[in-house]
């Protein structure tokens, strides 16, 4: 089963951010935080993960809570492309473990 | 470079029939992992391959096999269709074991009749 608790949908201004919480209140101390999303009729794409430092890429970026049991992934400047399913995932770092899907978040951006 | 590749696209199948679905990953990368995704579902993981042997295994029943190839590309086959199986099945592929970064293909839709 998933580890984590998400919106099951959100709504998002085009051009303002989007910030989407992810609560994983279990998390062990050696598992990191990922999130893919999911664009209709196409395969997760991988977004961005982290430990407990805040971490940013050209995406992203992923704010983690010092207790570690909730994150945010902020998209700074969401556009229309932006429009899919986000899944907040945890799971053992060293990444021998597969990824355990929940049902995610729809974020929906709108002009 | 081409991203991860799945054929066919889209297939249909009666109960009780045989399918084998195709991935090509990504060149260079040794790990290809087979997901299930059903409408409205997140996908759920049903094999790890590495370097030709099997890594992990979800909880599928034994009507599930896969196997890999010496060119790093896997099959995925289902025996024993049932009306249950329809879904998405997505390849993901990865340059080493450790699976950080897994690079999904587009997936194969899968309708059983």
């Known amino acids: 089963d998933a580890k984590t608790t998400q919106p099951p949908s959100m709504d998002c201004a085009e051009g303002r951010a989007a910030n989407l919480p992810c609560n994983h209140s279990t998390i062990s101390g050696n598992e990191y935080v990922y999130w893919y999303r999911q664009i209709h009729s196409q395969g997760p794409q991988y977004i961005i993960h982290?430990?407990?430092n805040n971490e940013t890429n050209e995406m992203a970026s992923l704010i983690i809570t010092e207790d570690r049991k909730s994150s945010t992934l902020i998209l700074p400047h969401a556009t229309l492309r932006d429009t899919a399913v986000y899944y907040c995932i945890v799971r053992v770092g060293a990444g021998n473990t597969p990824l355990v899907f929940g049902k995610g978040t729809r974020l929906s951006v709108i002009a | 470079d081409a991203g991860v590749t799945q054929s066919p696209t889209h297939l249909i199948k009666t109960r009780g029939q045989h399918v084998t679905l195709r991935c090509s990953p990504i060149s260079g990368h040794k790990s290809v992992s087979w997901y299930q995704q059903v409408l409205g579902q997140g996908p759920q993981f049903i094999f790890q391959y590495y370097e030709k042997e099997e890594r992990g295994r979800g909880n599928f029943p034994d009507r599930f096999s896969a196997r890999q190839f010496p060119n790093y590309s896997s099959e995925l086959n289902v025996n024993a269709l049932l009306l249950g199986d329809s879904a998405l099945y997505l390849c993901?592929?990865?340059?080493?074991?450790?699976?950080?970064?897994?690079?999904f293909g587009p997936g194969t839709r899968l309708t059983v009749t």
């Open positions: 982290g430990l407990k």
């Open positions: 993901a592929s990865s340059r080493s074991r450790a699976l950080y970064e897994q690079y």
